[in-house]
T-cell receptor
Framework: DSGVTQTPKHLITATGQRVTLRCSPRSGDLSVYWYQQSLDQGLQFLIQ???????AKGNILERFSAQQFPDLHSELNLSSLELGDSALYFC????????????FGPGTRLTVT | QKEVEQDPGPLSVPEGAIVSLNCTYSNSAFQYFMWYRQYSRKGPELLMY????GNKEDGRFTAQVDKSSKYISLFIRDSQPSDSATYLC??????????FGTGTLLAVQP
């Protein structure tokens, strides 16, 4: 158990809908990272927050947004969902602003029908 | 061409064998190198990380980085059935942004 929690574990929704994924980092970690893992693309970095501020952006679609709250938990919002958005979404946390030591949560499996 | 290439396997070995997992990369700016283990339907678990070139050992695991060849390796000694998982390499230049390999599926047969 990494100490990172993610909810929900599974999410099934329809195309065009909007969902929110939640992540609580390990105690004391200030950085939160979001990743998407699909069979054809592998693990893709989406976005990083450090102590409430956006630090880095990866291949995140404009339909997706995230934020980190004062209690350090983070939410990833996915809107106008498409079939291709079906994937595992992982959150990772780190004690540092630098990204080489990241601890992953168990993931949220999103299925868009 | 992908920035990070990793043989997807599957790689099947008998229990007790030495396993060698490898990644190649094209970006000479990469300085941080990591190995993650991912069991089916679980999140990746950090195994080891190294900075720049050289070797690092942790129990049965040894990570090697050869920046001149743009090649990194993870060796697992005395492999166990519990080592059966997907192994992901990851690396970074700008440190905020990890680039992952696609993973190698390892099966250790009892």
């Amino acid at each position: 158990d990494s100490g990172v929690t993610q909810t929900p574990k599974h999410l099934i929704t329809a195309t065009g809908q909007r969902v929110t994924l939640r992540c609580s980092p390990r105690s004391g970690d200030l950085s939160v990272y979001w990743y998407q893992q699909s069979l054809d693309q592998g693990l893709q970095f989406l976005i990083q927050y450090y102590n409430g501020e956006e630090r880095a952006k990866g291949n995140i679609l404009e339909r997706f947004s995230a934020q980190q709250f004062p209690d350090l938990h983070s939410e990833l919002n996915l809107s106008s969902l498409e079939l291709g958005d079906s994937a595992l979404y992982f959150c990772a946390s780190s004690p540092r602003d630098t990204g080489y030591e990241q601890y992953f949560g168990p993931g949220t499996r999103l299925t868009v029908t | 061409q992908k920035e990070v290439e990793q043989d997807p396997g599957p790689l099947s070995v008998p229990e007790g064998a030495i396993v060698s997992l490898n990644c190649t990369y094209s970006n000479s700016a990469f300085q941080y190198f990591m190995w993650y283990r991912q069991y089916s339907r679980k999140g990746p678990e950090l195994l080891m990380y190294t900075y720049s070139s050289g070797n690092k050992e942790d129990g049965r695991f040894t990570a090697q980085v050869d920046k001149s060849s743009k090649y990194i390796s993870l060796f697992i000694r005395d492999s166990q059935p519990s080592d059966s998982a997907t192994y992901l390499c990851a690396m970074s230049a700008v440190i905020h942004k990890l680039i992952f390999g696609t993973g190698t599926l390892l099966a250790v047969q009892p």
